[in-house]
């Protein structure tokens, strides 16, 4: 039987690596917002399933990957506007 802070310490490990994927996912979505991007996908390159990606997506940063996606596509389309090169 394993030692519990070896439980904890492989926990916390699982949950730092979870949260690498998320990140990852969500630098993704930042550099790529000008491109066509579904949830599907996103999962597929973070190694997980699309639900499980949506869920932990919106527990760690408070909305779905779809919905960081129209945020930072509105932010971007915002500034253009502000700058004066697109109408």
């Known amino acids: ?39 599907l996908e996103l999962a597929r390159g973070a190694g997980m399933a699309a639900g499980q990606l949506s869920r932990r997506f919106r527990t760690a940063y408070g909305d779905s990957p779809y919905d960081y996606l129209l945020t930072r596509r509105a932010e971007r389309a915002r500034t253009l506007l502000l700058r004066g090169t697109a109408s």
């Open 1 to 39: 039987m394993c030692h519990p802070a070896w439980a904890r310490a492989r926990t916390t490990a699982l949950r730092l690596e979870e949260f690498t994927r998320l990140r990852r996912v969500r630098d993704r979505i930042d550099r790529e917002y000008d491109r066509p991007l579904d949830v």
